[in-house]
């Protein structure tokens, strides 16, 4: 024989019921948003990587390479031998040839210490840097020390980038005489020296840069 059902047990089996189908629903509806969540994270890091990579200027081959734009008017007005575009590649595939092989001098105070100190070369100055003092001496420092030519580029943030650096770049120094390698004072290994041919290419670049600066003329060419 069938339990009998009362009126009360009917209501609290209702009840149970309701609160079950209530708690599938809510289940229901908070498994998309986390997956959705996920999906917009994952979504979000992998678009912040492919930007670092082209603010930092890490093109693999074949790829074209980002431009900068710099407005005219950011441009400083002491800025002259301005580079024209052409000749900006080639200077910036020589930075980069002379930041592997350990012939680069970033920023002013390595620059200024190694002027001082003599060091003969290729000063690359940014154009679009503000405030402009913080460089303004620097081409008169070339322009008194022997063996040293200099110009300007338009972008500090391709500079930096040509140089291995994520941040902009206000000026560079190429090295013209190799540097001679110390074994460190931790009596740690010393790093690999660079080969001859990575050498000679950045002594190559090099000569090529400092012909076609010397013919430059105080105006804008693009």
């Known amino acids: 024989m069938a339990p009998e059902t009362t009126p009360k047990k009917e209501k609290k089996d209702k009840k ?18 986390a997956v959705d969540g996920e999906k917009a994270a994952k979504k979000a890091k992998k678009d912040k990587k492919e930007k670092r990579k082209s603010v930092g200027g890490e093109v693999t081959e074949g ?4 431009e900068f734009h710099v407005p005219l008017e950011a441009i400083s007005p002491i ?12 200077l910036f595939r020589t930075v980069k040839r002379a930041s592997k092989v350990r012939q680069l001098k970033r920023g002013v105070k390595e620059v200024v210490k190694a002027l001082r100190k003599g060091e003969k070369g290729l000063l690359l100055l940014a ?5 402009v003092d913080v460089i303004s001496h620097l081409p008169l420092m070339a322009e008194e020390a022997p ?4 110009c300007w580029v338009l972008s500090k943030e391709e ?11 206000s000026c560079v120094l190429i090295a013209s005489t190799p540097a001679k390698r110390s074994q460190p004072k931790d009596g740690s ?28 003329e105080g105006e804008v060419k693009f």
């Open 159 to 169: 500079l930096g980038a040509a140089s291995g650096t994520k941040r902009a770049t």
């Open 79 to 90: 800025a002259s031998p301005l580079a024209s575009k052409k000749l900006s590649k080639k």
């Open 189 to 216: 290994a010393a790093k690999a020296a660079p080969s001859a041919e990575e050498l000679a290419e950045w002594k190559e670049g090099l000569e090529e840069c400092l012909a076609e600066v010397k013919k430059l």
């Open 16 to 33: 149970r019921k309701s609160l079950a189908a209530a708690d599938l629903e809510d289940a229901g509806a908070v498994t998309p948003v």
């Open 63 to 66: 790829e074209e390479k980002p």
């Open 147 to 150: 063996g040293v030519e200099y």
């Open 127 to 131: 154009s679009n840097i503000t405030p």
